[in-house]
């Protein structure tokens, strides 16, 4: 099997652990990103303070809805892991780890949104780390497409929320000046 970088294979072979997983890293980033500051929820404060494109959804949505991608995402894995292991082709094989290393990547650049955004308070590198991401979830599509169909269409409502997504990022970053306030700023 050819070297990749990915998640360890209990991650994705278990399917409790396959789904746990994203939801688990992800709310542990957004709460990590969310430390109380002085002058409260981080997050919380600062998108109340954004001026919002049209369309955008209230904060309190945010967080059923990655919780529900994560969710899928994390089924998605699984699913492909577990057909690939079944099957006896190599190019099947090496396919899954093709997969297993854009799964894991595309995971670590989309924990690194929320950070960017919220704590660095930097919408447009925020922006560039979901236009790679996009990238890494459309390849890893075109894998699962060919490999295993439930998967990618696991795949899509997270494509179609990535796309939401940076909408509202590119909205939130042309309408405050392409500046989102950091705790430090919002406390002076």
């Not at 690939?84 to 093709?98: G, I």
Request: glycine share 8%; proline share 7%; aromatic share 14%.
């Amino acid at each position: 099997m050819p070297w990749s970088f990915a998640l360890p294979h209990v991650l994705l072979t278990n399917p409790y652990l396959a789904v746990a997983t994203p939801i688990t890293a992800g709310t542990t980033v957004a709460l990590l990103t969310n430390r109380k500051s002085t002058s409260g929820p981080q997050n919380r404060e600062t998108y109340k303070q954004l001026k919002q494109p049209p369309y955008s959804p209230p904060g309190w949505l945010f967080a059923p809805a990655w919780t529900l991608v994560y969710g899928l995402m994390g089924y998605a894995s699984h699913h492909a892991t577990t057909i690939a292991s079944q099957s006896f082709s190599l190019a099947v094989r090496d396919a899954n780890s093709t997969a297993q290393t854009l799964y894991t990547t595309q995971l670590a650049l989309n924990f690194l949104w929320m950070p960017l955004f919220f704590r660095l308070g930097r919408p447009a590198v925020a922006l560039g780390d979901l236009a790679l991401l996009a990238g890494n979830v459309g390849a890893l599509m075109v894998n699962w497409w060919t490999a295993d169909r439930t998967a990618f269409w696991c795949l899509v409502p997270y494509a179609v929320w990535l796309g939401y997504a940076a909408y509202l990022n590119a909205g939130c970053g042309v309408l405050n000046g392409w500046t989102v306030p950091t705790g430090k700023e919002r406390s002076e």
